[in-house]
């Protein structure tokens, strides 16, 4: 029985992320339990998503978020006082009411995140419950398949790679626990390879934890996670391999150019380009081709490859649901990564994989390169029947996190639980 229960008290400061800097940390204190919750940060930001509140000055560089915890402690403390902790919708409204503004960028949405997962929480803990039954209490739970980011490129790591991330996918496991093995694997299959053929330096890791080999060529990076799958054993339909280009980072708006590859390319080129590695490589995932505009280029490719490839929209869609309709409209992608912090509360959130899934699409619950110990997507996976979670590499306590929680979930659920890898393979 859910027990009626309110928020008394409000509390936030200051953690540190993956990166080392700030970011909000609410607690929700409702007179049986307390929930705590920390936001993360992105690095290839989309340009639509909700705003991040952060102080500017000399103090951590500009990036503190001492504003933002301020407006916890302040307007939104008094604005959620006496709610219902478990009417998450009643919550998120009244803080998006408070903002008042389309982005959040009055209060910040870290600050207005901090406390909607927080309160998730709470509410969670007030019922005795674990945060997936409190997300959703009924129907079957499957899990979703970890999208490993195994080498990195992009904004995310000090090489050359302009693909920002390189994943694999073991569709081909049974459960969740067995494909988080099967990821460890190969990850660990993969730094063997890369010490042996570009030396010890090759091995260093970037934001998400996977590999910063000095590479240059998309195709070098597919080619030896292609090497590690198979010294693991495991045949390339067990395990899938995806990329997220980001490519709003490697776009010029001037020349209407991609640079990749050595090559500077119009969109066109880019996606034929995009084919021949889909060819060779069999991208099961190939997330934001494009830039976070080019809704054109987006459906182009999903009419060419959208029958065997997820083409994923991130930055182009930034988990807002104004955004998603426009692109479900014009056929734009038939997947959409979802990330908390893009939008901002824990209840848009929730909508944004509803319009997704009512539109046939595969929803992608997604961490950020800046991230905290927080196992909060692990959950939200689980409860809104995620298809995949992108938590990055099988490394790094912020990433684990969230791979341990899932291990976790699975084995309260046994045998009650799916696993959502069959069907995508
Ligand atoms: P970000 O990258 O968190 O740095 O934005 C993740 C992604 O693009 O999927
Ligand atoms: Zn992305």
């Known amino acids: 029985m859910a027990v009626k229960t309110n928020i008394l008290d409000v509390r936030a400061r200051q953690v540190l992320d993956s990166r080392g800097n700030p970011t909000v940390e609410a607690e929700v204190e409702s007179g049986r339990a307390m929930g705590r919750a920390s936001v993360p ?14 102080d500017g000055g000399e103090r951590f560089h500009g990036m503190g978020v001492a504003k933002a915890v301020g407006n916890v402690r302040g307007a939104l403390r008094r604005g959620v006082v006496g709610l219902r902790v478990d009417d998450q919708r009643r919550l998120d409204h009244k803080m998006i009411s408070l903002d008042g503004t389309p982005d959040k960028s009055k209060l910040g949405a870290n600050a207005i995140l901090a406390v909607s997962m927080a309160s998730a929480k ?120 995806g990329i997220d280009a980001a490519a709003s980072t490697f776009y010029d708006e001037k020349s209407g150019r991609y640079t990749l590859d050595g090559h500077a390319m119009s969109g066109e080129a880019l996606e034929d380009h995009y084919a021949r590695l889909r060819d060779e490589f069999g991208l099961l995932t190939i997330e934001d081709p494009f830039h976070e505009e080019a809704f054109d280029d987006f459906a182009s490719i999903t009419k ?50 509803g319009l997704a899934r009512a539109a046939g699409w595969t929803p992608v619950v997604s961490h950020r390169s800046g991230e905290t110990e927080d196992p909060f997507i692990a959950h939200l996976a689980t409860a809104f029947g995620a298809d995949f979670i992108k938590t990055g590499a099988p490394a790094r306590g912020e990433r684990v996190a969230k791979y341990n929680e899932l291990l976790r979930i699975e084995e309260e659920l046994r045998s009650k639980a799916g696993y959502a890898g069959r069907e995508l393979g």
């Open 41 to 54: 940060s992105g690095a290839s930001k989309g340009r639509h998503e909700a705003l991040e509140l952060r």
């Open 122 to 241: 709470a509410a969670a803990n007030s019922n005795g419950v674990s945060l997936f039954v409190q997300l959703r209490k009924s129907g079957r739970y499957i899990l979703p398949v970890p999208m490993m980011n195994v080498i990195n490129g992009g904004e995310h790591a000090g090489n050359d790679l302009a693909v920002q991330e390189f994943l694999i996918e073991p569709v081909g496991a049974s459960s969740c626990a067995e494909a988080i093995r099967m990821g460890s694997e190969v990850y660990h299959s993969l730094k063997a390879i890369l010490v042996s053929e570009h030396g010890r330096g090759a091995i260093n890791v970037g934001d998400e934890g996977g590999f910063a080999p000095p590479f240059r060529l998309t195709r070098e990076a597919l080619g030896s996670i292609r090497k590690a799958v198979s010294a693991s054993g495991y045949s390339e339909k067990e395990v899938k391999l």
């Open 304 to 353: 060419r490859l959208g029958r065997s490839t997820k083409v994923i929209g991130d930055d182009i869609y930034v988990t807002n649901v104004a955004r998603i309709k426009l692109g479900i409209e014009k056929k734009a992608t038939n997947a959409v990564l979802i990330k908390l912090n893009q939008i901002g509360t824990v209840s848009e959130t929730e909508d944004a994989i």
